[in-house]
């Protein structure tokens, strides 16, 4: 946005040097440089100060966030100036222009929530051939409007000046009385661009009795316009609701000043004087004789100004010092805002130029801007550091990374959003939580599993030649509950966001080495890593299915009873999907399980020695070693200490559809040495049960 100098200067008294103005500009929060190249200036994608070529004039070039638009004008950016300054504001009165002609067009309002604001008024007779002042013509043309003709020219300089975009119709091609309404299903219409538009059901025209004649707050139609044998024009200058516009322009294919402004915000207060300043000019331009203003308002729609409370307190503890009351509130009194005083707050009722006030965190972001953000003290932060306490029966999220770095594994931070394919693959979700705005399309949906993001991890180490992986992760995964209340969508359901942690191997069962042969990692080797980081607590494994797993290679993994993840090798189809290595296993377990650690507890040593039995059974291909285990412990007599497979035989000697177990039982009792007898009967016991309970043979 650009501003000649001498036309802000004009505003602000005492005047002001550029290097001042562009000094306080900055502090304003704007974006401005100096740049004295006409040059760069035009190659520039950044704000600068100009010398403008044959005017002894500078023009100033603003970069506006899209919450300041009250600084798209002339009087806004003085607004400023002048709060920064302490200066005076002198904005010119604008007078309202008596009517000559009774002449009226009635106004009618179909669509409130669009448009809560619409005045209109009909000049007759102008001049529209009429030259544009070489004053305006300058001024518009160094602010980047293009200078059309005497009538446009105005419209746009009352744009530039007040911030209140307006437009002219030609009144001879108007029949009837003005409608702000919807289009009709499949409307169209022909804009001043020339671009025939069809509009959206929920984009408000602005339309006569026979035709539509603008899309409201973006841009004029080509045959309503005004044009050199325009005699007899209408005045609009509405207020349209900001998310009546926002977006409309875009989805069209262009923008407009108008459009700009609308959907940012615009001062809805500021209709009847901006069509006064426009009446005035264009009559000292164009002659011509006015009728009266017709006003259309549906007060109920229009922005409400809430009063915000500015606790003293509060701004002192956020700004980190004390401005003091009488500070506070000169700040708030230099930006022209009405409030009153209480005891120990300012109660400030936001002008309608100012959409960006709303909470009591916007009045202390003021104050800091004012005040000066490098007057702000930045003392060191002081806190006191305390030892939270840690549960004795409880692991901290630190140590169980350690028990996994220790073992090789490196540590890995993936995106809690990812690929819907991934979640299609490796839980099998048709369904995931779905982002509203995701920042790229292969990050649409939340993660249910770790299992993908440690996958894709691995697929990029590959790529780079390694050969030997091992990953973990510890992250929340995120699935649609309705018995949690979580901040849920808009029919109620909350989302459960367990904390996990998985982990995957792949490539060679241990680093190249001359002391053992080399063999890739396999289920028991990612297996027994889970055992070891559990220990001394003892995990259950039954067979399982799992979308992402092996289906002959995965087990449910069982803590007391409970189930709490997963164990096993990854899908073949995902291996040729994905382009993995041979043999890619992993788990993926609750982590609030992990975390509790069982009490210590003492057990007496024993003094005498331990008596130790190998059994070797035979039994049946399906039998699952773990329930056979569970079994003889739960048969075998008090001193029975351990009961540990060592030895798994197949083959000769051995039915094919049977295998042989050798368990290794080791027997110790603190008050007495065992002897034979008592472990000869512990083994028929052990015996025994294995026979009748799983059909097991004793093998000799």
């Known amino acids: 946005m650009q501003f000649p100098e001498s036309w802000l200067r004009a505003l602000v008294n005492p005047p002001l040097s550029t290097e001042e103005l562009c000094h306080l500009l900055t502090m304003a929060g704007l974006e401005v440089e100096e740049c004295r190249s006409l040059i760069t200036a035009a190659s520039a994608d950044f704000s600068s100060v100009v010398v403008a070529h044959e005017f002894d004039d500078n023009l100033i070039t603003l970069k506006l966030t899209p919450n300041r638009a009250d600084c798209l004008s002339l009087f806004g950016i003085a607004r400023e100036v002048a709060a920064l300054t302490g200066a005076p504001l002198l904005l ?16 009618i309002l179909d669509a409130p929530a669009a448009c809560p604001r619409y005045c209109g008024r009909i000049v007759r007779g102008v001049n529209a051939r009429a030259a544009t002042p070489d004053w305006m013509k300058q001024r518009i043309e160094r602010c980047g409007v293009r200078s059309i003709s005497a009538l446009v020219d105005v419209t746009n300089y009352v744009m530039l000046e007040l911030g209140q975009p307006l437009h002219a119709f030609d009144d001879a091609q108007l029949q009837g009385a003005i409608h702000v309404r919807y289009p009709a299903a499949g ?104 009728g009266p203003v017709v006003e259309a ?5 229009l922005p409400q100004r809430a009063p915000v409370h500015l606790r003293m307190v509060r701004a002192a503890r956020v700004l980190g010092i004390d401005l003091g009351f009488d500070q506070i509130e000169k700040l708030i009194a230099g930006l022209g805002f009405a409030y009153t005083r209480t005891a120990d707050q300012l109660i400030v009722t936001p002008p309608a130029y100012r959409f960006d006030i709303a909470i009591e965190e916007d009045l202390i972001e003021e104050i800091a801007r004012l005040h000066g953000y490098d007057n702000i003290p930045a003392p060191p932060p002081t806190a006191r550091l305390e030892m939270l ?16 770095a220790e073992r090789g594994y490196h540590e890995v931070v993936n995106y809690s959003f990812v690929d819907a394919d991934w979640e299609a693959d490796f839980a099998d979700n048709a369904s995931p939580v779905r982002l509203a705005n995701p920042i790229a399309s292969q990050m649409g949906v939340m993660r249910s599993t770790l299992i993908g993001g440690l996958v894709g991890a691995l697929v990029g180490n590959l790529k780079r030649q390694a050969e030997r992986v091992r990953l973990f992760e510890v ?38 080495q001359w002391g053992a042969p080399a063999r890739p990692a396999d289920f028991f080797d990612v297996k027994g ?70 009490f210590p507890t003492y057990q007496e040593p024993s003094r005498f020695p331990a008596v130790v039995r190998d059994i070797a059974l035979i039994l049946p291909q399906q039998c699952a070693v773990a329930a056979l285990q569970d079994a ?18 197949q ?38 049960t294995a026979t009748e309970q799983f059909g097991a043979q004793l093998r000799k």
């Not at 009165?93 to 009635?106: E, F, K, M, S, Y």
């Not at 549960?391 to 140590?399: G, I, K, L, S, Y």
């Not at 649609?480 to 998985?502: C, F, K, M, S, V």
């Not at 982990?503 to 241990?510: D, E, H, I, S």
Request: aromatic content about 6%; overall charge negative; some cysteine.
């Open 92 to 107: 010119p009165a604008i007078a309202p222009v008596a009517p000559v002609l009774a002449d009226v067009r009635g106004i």
């Open 529 to 598: 890593e889970l055992e070891a980081i559990f220990a001394p607590r003892r995990l259950r494994f039954e067979r399982t299915s799992h979308p992402a797993l092996h289906p002959g290679r995965a087990a449910s993994v069982l803590l007391d009873g409970e189930s709490i993840g997963v164990v096993g090798e990854i899908h073949p189809r995902w291996h040729q999907k994905y382009e993995l290595a041979a043999a890619v296993v992993v788990f993926e377990i609750d982590l609030a399980p992990f975390l509790a650690a069982p």
């Open 297 to 301: 308002l549906a007060a109920d729609q």
């Open 475 to 512: 992250g929340r995964c995120f699935l649609p509950d309705e018995t949690h209340d979580n901040g849920g969508g808009q029919d109620g359901t909350g989302y459960h966001q367990p904390l996990r942690i998985a982990a995957l191997a792949a490539g060679p069962a241990w680093p190249e």
């Open 187 to 290: 409307e169209q219409m022909l804009l001043l661009n020339e671009q025939t538009v069809t509009p959206s059901a929920d984009t408000a025209l602005i339309a006569d009795e026979a035709k539509s004649l603008a899309l409201a707050g973006i841009m004029g139609g080509e045959h309503s316009g005004i044009n050199d044998a325009t005699t007899d024009l209408f005045l609009e200058s509405a207020f349209f609701a900001p998310a009546a516009i926002a977006g409309k322009a875009r989805a069209l294919g262009f923008s407009s000043d108008a459009s700009y402004r609308y959907e940012r915000g615009v001062d809805f207060e500021l209709q009847r004087s901006a069509i006064e300043r426009a009446t005035q000019l264009i009559i000292d331009i164009c002659g011509g004789t006015p």
């Open 632 to 649: 003889l412990l739960a048969a075998a007599p008090a001193y029975v200490r351990e009961i540990r497979l060592f030895d798994l035989y």
């Open 389 to 404: 306490p840690l549960p004795e029966a409880r692991r901290d999220v630190m140590q169980t990374r350690r028990l996994l």
């Open 651 to 688: 083959g000769k000697g051995i039915a094919p559809d049977a295998k042989s177990l050798a368990f290794r039982v080791t027997m110790q009792d603190t008050q007495k040495t065992l002897a034979d007898h008592d472990a000869d009967a512990a083994v028929a016991q052990l015996v025994k």
